[in-house]
């Protein structure tokens, strides 16, 4: 089945502009084109996309992108590089991930002082201003 570029954008829940972005930038290999050369995508090209967009999420840059797309099409043989572009991506995201939870836990444990302060079980005290308690 064949895909219109709007269509495609539905599929996979980017915008249009940006679509447009990265087949201009080279990021779509092989775009195919209508009897009105208007731009055309199939379900190999929706799911090729649909690995831009993770590779984006996941914080590769415009030109980490390129390297992979151009590993991507030498076959076979580079796939252990980009097994080790993918191992990099992820320790990325496990830090990432960390860190996340780490600020979750300072937030939970703010939001369980506010709640001691608010119900007299905790004195007020701010780092910001001095309390005058008498």
């Given at each position: 089945?064949q895909?219109?570029?709007?269509?495609?954008?539905?599929?996979?829940?980017?915008?249009?502009?940006?679509?447009?972005?990265?087949?201009?930038?080279?990021?779509?290999?092989?775009?195919?084109?209508?009897?009105?050369?208007?731009?055309?995508?199939?379900?190999?090209?929706?799911?090729?996309?649909?690995?831009?967009?993770?590779?984006?999420?996941?914080?590769m840059?415009?030109?980490?992108?390129?390297?992979?797309?151009?590993?991507?099409?030498?076959?076979?043989?580079?796939?252990?590089?980009?097994?080790?572009?993918?191992?990099?991506?992820?320790?990325?995201?496990?830090?990432?991930?960390?860190?996340?939870?780490?600020?979750?836990?300072?937030?939970?444990?703010?939001?369980?002082?506010?709640?001691?302060?608010?119900?007299?079980?905790?004195?007020?005290?701010?780092?910001?201003?001095?309390?005058?308690?008498?």
């Open positions: 089945m895909y219109s570029m709007k269509q495609t954008c539905q599929k996979v829940g980017m915008t249009y502009e940006a679509l447009k972005f990265y087949c201009n930038q080279g990021l779509v290999p092989h775009v195919k084109r209508d009897k009105n050369n208007y731009r055309i995508f199939d379900e190999r090209d929706i799911e090729w996309i649909k690995g831009l967009i993770c590779l984006k999420r996941c914080g840059s415009l030109e980490g992108m390129k390297r992979y797309l151009a590993l991507c099409l030498q076959g076979k043989s580079s796939i252990p590089e980009r097994k080790e572009i993918l191992q990099k991506q992820r320790e990325v995201l496990l830090k990432k991930m960390a860190d996340l939870q780490e600020d979750i836990a300072y937030i939970d444990r703010k939001q369980h002082y506010y709640d001691d302060v608010l119900t007299g079980k905790t004195r007020y005290i701010s780092n910001l201003i001095d309390i005058d308690e008498k």
